[in-house]
């Protein structure tokens, strides 16, 4: 497996809320995990920065081999965690107050993929047949497009687009959405905050994602399409390759 991490402020945001991050353990296991935070500066950067470190400082104390089933369990177990870490801080920082973050983590091996998400960034992946999102988005324009109110290119557009129905760190309680996956050789797993999403099409992440480019110029070029096209909020990508040993580093 080969990976990148890349985060933008965009053409607009005075500060980077987001944060991310991607780490190879001893075993050859991923862990890729992007944030998005909210409740302005000082709070939306401690929320996802706090996301990042903790579930990071635990993956390193990690030795375990895993099974999907204990990878569920360590994603669930770290989630609920950090929750409870960002609900305190906020509880005791005013100046912290309200704040919170989205989440996408992935756990990667060699045979599958576990992942949770809590929020409205995104994992996709794109085999070499198709790109497909693997995540739910839990923000009102989400449910207006389950439910076929509104199509995803209205989406894209909606007023509301920026209002969540679950975030990190704004109560105790919390709901995680966990599943896990196979992938094979050739396939792209590909993180990202709504930055992204919310002006770049799949067909367009979906024409990037592919081995004649290496994962630098892949972040990149998401990266600079989002912000020419407005480019609105923060843009943070994370991306896993799964090729095979002995492959040309593109990191």
């Avoid at 001893?26 to 995990?33: K, T």
């Avoid at 290496?214 to 399409?225: C, R, S």
Wanted: overall charge negative; hydrophobic content about 35%.
């Amino acid at each position: 497996m080969k990976a990148v991490f890349r985060t933008d402020v965009g053409q607009l945001r005075p500060h980077n809320e987001d944060d991310g991050a991607y780490l190879m353990d001893d075993q050859g296991q991923l862990l890729a995990l992007v944030a998005d935070g909210m409740g302005g500066h000082q709070a939306g950067d401690v929320a996802s920065k706090m996301t990042k470190e903790i579930m990071l400082n635990k993956w390193e104390e990690n030795k375990e081999k895993f099974s999907p089933k204990n990878a569920e369990k360590w994603l669930e177990e770290t989630i609920h965690d950090i929750n409870r870490h960002l609900f305190e801080h906020a509880q005791n920082n005013p100046q912290c107050d309200g704040m919170g973050t989205t989440l996408v983590a992935a756990i990667c091996t060699d045979q599958f993929i576990s992942v949770a998400n809590v929020g409205d960034s995104r994992v996709y992946l794109k085999t070499q047949d198709e790109l497909k999102q693997i995540t739910d988005d839990h923000s009102l324009v989400g449910e207006l497009v389950r439910s076929g109110q509104i199509t995803e290119d209205e989406a894209m557009y909606h007023p509301r687009r920026n209002v969540l129905l679950r975030a990190l760190g704004t109560e105790l309680k919390l709901k995680i959405d966990i599943d896990t996956i196979n992938w094979d050789l050739g396939s792209h797993l590909l993180l990202c905050s709504d930055g992204l999403t919310n002006k770049v099409l799949d067909k367009d992440i979906s024409e990037q994602l592919n081995f004649e480019r290496t994962l630098d110029e892949i972040a990149e070029n998401l990266i600079k399409m989002a912000n020419e096209r407005g480019g609105e909020d923060n843009v943070t990508i994370a991306i896993v390759r799964h090729t095979s040993e002995g492959s040309e580093d593109d990191e």
